[in-house]
């Protein structure tokens, strides 16, 4: 990227412009190999330079491999580094390691060993950006008198990590909080050192400095650095231009996994490079398409090649602020370093294609994919013709919770399926009946989840603040038990007063006059109290809210006829979700369920498919796990939103009756 066109897009985002949002200058993207060439399109604009880092995750045997723009050469494109080793720059022979071809605007290709049949992959794209990342070169002097060497990150860099291009030689490591007296070294797990690596300077906003070593500044040697940022409340991305994405910082081991560290950074980290920089200890690359959650993590090591492995205990849980780091994971007051990049995006979606997709699956007993086009975060995952429970697949949980039953959270499997990909849910064999899946992207003022501990600090009516990063107020949250053997899920939705929580695995009426479930919620956070703040219980809040031509919460009283429910869409609602709230099995009206109606299946002029979620019901039925081919008129489609119909089965429109819903366009 020339310094002409870095000027112009600080420029930009300095005069309170939108800024570049996360997605478009970093990328974790992952993807089976085919065993032929194949192009990584992870909507990265890798024409204004940047690096890519490949891991194969199956493979104990294989580097990590990295390429950049400063050293990704035609017309074989062949060269590259790896981290877990000492070597100078590779140039690959033949196909085996190369990239395959050069950069392009919206990722990179990939061929070889990079794309092996049967094995999976991850790939992290950083892109060259102000006041994110940076690639620099230069050839040695071996000055004694140290070397200054220009950059263009724009701001102090947070991280630099250096290679010898030319030399065997160990990848040395400056980190802001170590200093510029001490370096780290990426291919190994030793502590930090004190030696004069970086000249013993501070690094600014225009130069990094080097001594004579021959790490650094070997005479005729050529070297490379990666530079990462730290936002200190002056990154100039997102919507407004003032949003920070990349941190750079430290936290000390409790000692004790009792005893946990909540490290804050103003941000939900969406990938974390960690090491004990005080002790010995790996490297270690978490991040949330790996399942980074509140109960699981996948982890690979830079310094080894080691393939993908699980932890024991989850080390780190990512917050709405931050991340919890577990303790005793590196030893009682261990300094631990850490780079840290934002989970993205950050603008609010235009389109509600990309953030909500339902996809169908017609078993039996194959192997299946449905297809998202983006990243899954939540899926409502709703079984047509078995009784087997319907569930929650959850990102952020890692794992499914099942809707229709009282019962804990358990781990992702191929049988309901798995979000392990960029672009939808895929399974394995024992698909033995047909499902919808109702696919959903976290996005701003779209839907947010926000995973908690309870402290047991609410107490009957008094409340607990936890911050949400929705960027408006939630109208519509289910908040459900992540563990435990009960995982209760009780619903607030704003139709409804706070006082009067539902229950989301049960067909009753809201309960009355009750002050220890939530208060109303703010555009910043939500208040919680004592029934969901049980001191080590882990919770999850999925936030719902109103979007101008996207989603729509919200509620109506039956006619006992037809009508039409304006969203304010202007192509109709693909996605229904329907509650009555003025009865319920416990008043003795079996019909008052939670139902699921979707344009995948037929939002029609005739009849409509629907599902009960609350119950382990076949499609169609409201009372029994009988099958029923025969769907009712539930809806009728309406441009602006839809049209509810009554029919005795249902009772979706009864005179009288009172109703919530959420629809999305």
Not at 380 to 397: M, P, V, Y
Not at 452 to 474: C, D, E, K
Not at 571 to 593: P, Q, W
Request: glycine share 10%; with cysteine.
């Amino acid at each position: 990227m020339s310094n002409i066109a870095r000027m112009m897009q600080r420029a930009t985002a300095g005069a309170g412009g939108a800024g570049l949002d996360v997605d478009e200058v970093f990328s974790t993207f992952l993807y089976d190999g085919t065993g032929s060439a194949q192009t990584i399109t992870n909507g990265i604009d890798l024409t204004e330079g940047g690096l890519v880092w490949i891991k194969d995750r199956d493979s104990g045997s294989r580097a990590h491999y990295l390429f950049d723009s400063e050293n990704l050469a035609a017309p074989n494109y062949n060269q590259y580094l790896s981290s877990n080793d000492l070597d100078a720059i590779y140039s690959a022979s033949g196909t085996g390691n190369g990239l395959g071809g050069a950069f392009t605007s919206n990722g990179f290709p990939v061929q070889g060993n990079h794309s092996s049949s049967g094995q999976g992959y991850v790939s992290w794209t950083f892109r060259q950006a102000p006041k994110f990342f940076d690639v620099v070169t230069w050839t040695g002097d071996g000055d004694a008198s140290g070397r200054a060497i220009p950059h263009n990150l724009g701001s102090v860099p947070g991280m630099i990590i250096i290679k010898n291009l030319t030399t065997s030689a160990n990848w040395p490591v400056y980190h802001r909080s170590e200093g510029a007296t001490k370096y780290l070294e990426l291919d190994n797990d030793s502590q930090s050192n004190t030696y004069n690596m970086f000249h013993n300077t501070t690094p600014t906003s225009t130069h990094f400095y080097v001594s004579s070593y021959f790490r650094v500044n070997e005479n005729n040697s050529n070297f490379v650095a990666y530079l990462f940022a730290h936002n200190n409340n002056d990154g100039e991305f997102g919507p407004d231009g003032d949003a920070d994405i990349i941190k750079c910082g430290s936290f000390t081991d409790s000692g004790s996994s009792s005893t946990p560290t909540d490290v804050n950074l103003g941000f939900e980290p969406q990938l974390l490079l960690v090491k004990a920089s005080s002790t010995s200890s790996d490297w270690y690359l978490i991040d949330v398409m790996r399942e980074m959650s509140v109960n699981d993590a996948l982890r690979l090591r830079p310094n080894t090649t080691n393939s993908e492995s699980n932890y024991s205990v989850p080390m780190f849980k990512p917050t709405p602020t931050g991340f919890r780091f577990r303790g005793d994971s590196f030893g009682s007051n261990a300094t631990v370093i850490y780079m840290a990049i934002r989970r993205g995006p950050l603008a609010v979606p235009e389109d509600a294609t990309k953030v909500y997709k339902a996809g169908l699956v017609n078993g039996p007993n194959t192997n299946y994919t449905v297809n998202s086009g983006f990243p899954v975060d939540l899926a409502f995952r709703i079984g047509r013709s078995g009784t087997t429970s319907h569930h929650l697949l959850s990102r952020i949980a890692g794992g499914k919770t099942q809707i229709s039953a009282a019962t804990t959270r358990s781990s992702f499997n191929n049988t309901v399926g798995q979000i392990d990909s960029n672009t939808g849910i895929y399974g394995g064999t024992g698909q033995s009946y047909n499902t919808i899946h109702h696919m959903f992207r976290r996005s701003s003022n779209f839907f947010e989840a926000v995973a908690y501990v309870g402290n047991g600090t609410a107490t009957g009516s008094s409340s607990r603040t936890i911050n949400h990063p929705l960027g408006v107020t939630p109208e519509f949250i289910i908040f459900i038990t992540d563990n435990g053997s009960n995982s209760s899920k009780y619903v607030y939705h704003s139709s409804l007063s706070a006082n009067n929580p539902i229950s989301l695995n049960g067909n009753y009426k809201p309960f009355d006059s009750r002050t220890d479930f939530f208060a109303n919620p703010t555009d910043t956070q939500l208040n919680v109290r004592e029934i969901l703040d049980t001191n080590g219980t882990t919770y999850i809040a999925y936030c719902f809210a109103t979007l101008a031509g996207i989603s729509k919460v919200g509620s109506y009283s039956g006619n006992g006829s037809n009508q039409t429910i304006d969203c304010g869409f202007t192509s109709g609602a693909r996605f229904v979700l329907i509650k009555r709230t003025d009865s319920g099995s416990n008043e003795g009206d079996d019909n008052s369920h939670w139902y699921i109606i979707d344009s995948t299946r037929g939002i029609v002029s005739g009849n409509d498919p629907y599902s009960v979620i609350n119950k382990a019901y076949f499609e169609n039925t409201v009372a029994s796990a009988s099958y029923n081919s025969n769907p009712e008129d539930v809806l009728d489609p309406a441009s602006t939103g839809f049209i509810v119909n009554q029919n005795t089965t249902t009772d979706l429109n009864k005179s009288s009756a009172t109703y919530i819903f959420y629809a999305v366009a």
